[in-house]
């Protein structure tokens, strides 16, 4: 039914796969990768639906571990410990830790400026009080990766604990960034 010339044209078994600009990472973020971005952002979501629970987890788990910062927080340091973690200052104070942190996530992608400016604006609003130093962010990581872990559960790899920690120093880069002027 068809012309000798179409019969002897060979079928393409092998389709050409569609090819567009590799995305590219801003060279401030700690990923060498796309992969690793869409990742963490992924892997944030799981986060993000349960924010409650995980920043609450996350504070409780810095306090214990370094119960002296509780004393910069004016509202918190008043309680003792058998209401402090079920009251809504708690509350608050661990959900804006986290949807600052939520907030340059979603900026990651796009808009990496952005992102680097509501960090600088928090460690600007920290750097007023009294008593702070920048070294303190950086004593939340454990803390804030093993609330991350446990929410991820078998989700989290080794390679994903290795982004956490790497997406961490970049927060605490441009946290610390106000304390240097």
Known sequence: MGSASSANQAVSTNPQLPTGPVKSVDSRLPF??????????NNWKAVSRRMDEVSKDCLSRFFMAHPHHLQLHSELAKMDKSTLESSIEFENSALNVFQCIDEVV???EEDVDSAIAVL??????????DGFEASYFQDMEN???????????ERCTEATDGLLHNFYAFLVTYLSKPFER
């Open 32 to 41: 060498t990768h796309y992969k690793q971005v869409f990742t963490l952002k």
């Open 106 to 108: 979603k900026k990651l």
């Open 120 to 129: 600088e604006k928090t460690g600007k609003f920290h750097k007023g009080i």
């Open 143 to 153: 803390p804030f990766v093993d609330s991350i872990k446990d929410c991820l559960g």
